[in-house]
């Protein structure tokens, strides 16, 4: 069955968005390096749009995580892929996420992070879908809130595709 993608958010609205969020990071860290974690492979597309309109000092590290016995949706236990390069001591740590839905890979991962010595932690997501929460998370930046529906685009995916889309959109089979 095809599948239509529908746009939900347009490129220049994302743009705009980011370029606000990077605006109120740049505010909220002046004098402080930011360490930005980027969650493979979702975040990677938000955190380099993101990372070039940020105006403090910026270091960056990625990481890759997957669900123990392949569902996140049960467990909420994430097995690390691909760790962090560096250390995350004494750092100010932004995680960088695609999309928080039902919350609980980031709160697992948000804990794990916390444990590793960094100045704090914060996390940045582009969207949220708060409809959907299971586990409590504090977003402490968020591109938009959106309704429940399943989005591709700037890096989320459906089976592996549209990724690269510029733009957020709704799959849709009919
Ligand atoms: P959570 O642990 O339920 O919050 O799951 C978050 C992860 O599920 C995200 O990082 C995405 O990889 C994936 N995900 C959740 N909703 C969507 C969606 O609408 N489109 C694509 N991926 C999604
Ligand atoms: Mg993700």
Redesign the pocket.
């Known amino acids: 069955m095809a599948e239509r993608i529908e746009v939900l958010l347009s490129e220049e609205e994302v743009d705009r968005r980011i370029q606000e969020i990077g605006d109120q990071i740049s505010r909220d860290y002046a004098g402080k390096q930011v360490h930005l974690v980027c969650?493979l492979k979702?975040?990677s597309f938000f955190m380099c749009e993101l990372a070039k309109r940020i105006t403090v000092p910026v270091s960056l590290d990625f990481m890759s995580v997957s669900s123990y016995g392949g569902d996140?949706?049960s467990s909420?236990v994430v097995k690390i892929v691909k760790d962090l390069d560096e250390s995350l001591l004494d750092k100010h740590v932004l995680v960088v996420?695609?999309?928080?839905?039902?919350?609980?890979?980031?709160?697992y991962l948000l804990e794990m992070l916390k444990d590793r010595g960094p100045a704090d932690v914060k996390l940045c997501t582009l969207?949220d879908?708060p409809d959907?929460?299971?586990?409590e998370?504090q977003v402490d930046y968020t591109g938009f809130e959106i309704p429940d529906?399943?989005?591709?685009g700037y890096g989320?995916?459906?089976d592996q595709k549209y990724r690269n889309l510029p733009y957020i959109g709704v799959?849709k089979f009919d």
């Open positions: 969650v979702g975040g996140t949706k909420g996420e695609d999309i928080v839905d039902s919350g609980r890979t980031l709160s969207l879908k959907r929460r299971v586990v998370v529906e399943f989005v591709v989320l995916d459906y799959v």
